[in-house]
């Protein structure tokens, strides 16, 4: 298992050398996305940075009033934080929000499209976060039950600002950014070696730190875990070969040995994106909302 991880981590590594990053390119759904602005109740700027109007998509119940307090989450769309469009999560919103819940899917700046690495794209998932429940009244939510997901890299911005702190003084950090639960699609939590179980050699390292714009350990969920990690929910493919199976198993084992709540389900024979509508295997998208609502039930986020 050791020896099939290290190989398929420099497969990763030198693809992305090569300027082709393989989260990018099957973390997306197939089928044409559709405009999100078009399908959701509200479309709100959560911050602009640099110039840029960064937008949430919020879907709300039908019997949604301002002043509610209903549980919410937001979703990060996958794309390796170099491309990626918020219509990724969308129907996993409208699922959400004909439960009851209020579900945002929220666009953040990427590479291809700003010019930016990895650590500004946390940067931007830390601002969502924080405008949410900095306006949770305002958007009928309550500050003590948003959840945060998303999908490959965008599942990873969900556990970084969940685990990771900012050191970014421009930050308004008087408002919490932590998310108080994760529903995580095949994300990438394994960011750097992990001593006796994977080495990954310096010269491919290298191709990581310019994309992430950080040394890869400062942005790897896995070696910033903690023992008040919110529960997490990770939803995997046990033949993914961009985000390794066994990857995830060891975040698991790790957020058990330090007490908190990490739930892997696998789905034997699934590949990278395997979640995602409109690959031919609608069962999978059907199978982890299943599983996405039985959790957000358990924390009381759905009733």
Not at 72 to 99: D, E, M, Y
Not at 162 to 181: F, H, M
Not at 269 to 291: I, K, L, M, S, V
Request: with cysteine; hydrophobic share 40%.
């Amino acid at each position: 298992m050791l020896q099939r991880f290290i190989i398929v981590m420099l497969v990763v590594l030198v693809s992305l050398s090569a300027g082709q990053c393989l989260l990018g390119q099957e973390s997306q759904p197939r089928r044409p996305a559709t405009d999100p602005a078009q399908q959701a109740s509200a479309v709100e700027v959560y911050a602009t940075v640099a110039g840029v109007d960064l937008k949430a998509y919020v879907f709300r119940p039908a019997d949604w009033q301002p002043g509610d307090r209903r549980s919410a989450i937001v979703f990060f769309f996958g794309g390796g934080w170099v491309s990626g469009t918020p219509a990724q999560f969308v129907p996993q919103c409208q699922r959400l929000a004909k439960q009851g819940m209020v579900a945002m899917t929220v666009d953040y700046r990427v590479s291809s499209r700003h010019k930016v690495t990895a650590k500004d794209c946390v940067a931007d998932a830390r601002q969502a976060l924080r405008w949410l429940r900095a306006n949770a009244e305002r958007q009928g939510v309550d500050p003590q039950r948003i959840a945060a997901g998303g999908g490959s890299a965008g599942g990873h911005l969900a556990a970084a600002i969940a685990l990771i702190a900012s050191s970014e003084s421009a930050e308004n950090q008087t408002v919490s950014c932590v998310p108080n639960a994760l529903v995580l699609f095949n994300p990438a939590l394994v960011l750097d070696s992990i001593e006796g179980v994977s080495e990954l050699p310096e010269s491919r390292m290298q191709s990581l730190r310019k994309l992430l714009g950080t040394a890869p350990r400062d942005l790897s969920p896995y070696h910033r875990l903690h023992q008040d990690a919110p529960p997490t929910l990770v939803l995997h493919g046990t033949d993914d070969r961009v985000v390794p199976h066994a990857s995830v198993r060891w975040y698991a084992e790790r957020a058990t040995q330090l007490g908190t709540q990490c739930q892997v389900v696998s789905y034997e024979g699934a590949g990278h994106g395997f979640f995602n509508p409109g690959r031919g295997q609608e069962d999978y998208f059907e199978a982890t909302c299943q599983e996405m609502e039985a959790f957000l039930r358990s924390l009381k986020f759905l009733e």
